[in-house]
């Protein structure tokens, strides 16, 4: 079912003429007044049809019009085809990895772990995967920061 509330902006990229490269819409956070985060100022996310996830991993995030931009510097650098921060990383649920937890001594400290969700990418751009930590629970780490185990 399409989306009700009313957007308070939408952002078309397109290549040429008819080459749609990404769209945004802004909807403002208030919306969801059941949801910590849904103050004015702040803004849910839709980047083509679905919606943007926080850094955090969380399904519903309201961002400030700063993350927005650097969100919309990220879709512009794509399509004038830099790097693509929007490739998912191949990481299936229950891949074993290790995850740096502390330094100690400065020396990092490691707990090996299996993965408990398929990657999601943040409000910062960078990729993260939900794990099982001794002590903390399920938490989201960086792709970039674990290593994956052999196996």
Do not use: C
């Not at 290549?15 to 749609?20: I, K, P």
């Not at 995030?61 to 490739?87: C, D, H, I, K």
């Amino acid at each position: 079912m399409a989306e009700q509330r009313d957007k308070s902006l939408s952002i078309l990229l397109h290549r040429g003429r008819n080459d749609v490269v990404g769209r945004l819409e802004l909807f403002p956070a208030e919306a969801w007044p059941d949801h910590a985060g849904a103050v004015p100022g702040r803004y849910r996310l839709r980047l083509d049809g679905r919606w943007v996830p926080g850094a955090d991993g969380r399904k519903w995030s309201a961002s400030s019009p700063a993350e927005t931009g650097a969100l919309v510097g990220r879709m512009v650098a794509e399509a004038l085809g830099g790097a693509n921060v929007s490739q998912r990383p191949d990481i299936p649920r229950q891949t074993p990895v290790r995850v740096p937890i502390r330094v100690v001594s400065g020396q990092t400290r490691y707990e090996i772990t299996r993965t408990a969700s398929e990657p999601i990418q943040g409000m910062d751009g960078r990729w993260y995967v939900a794990v099982l930590l001794v002590g903390a629970g399920i938490t989201h780490v960086p792709v970039d920061e674990m290593q994956l185990m052999g196996g």
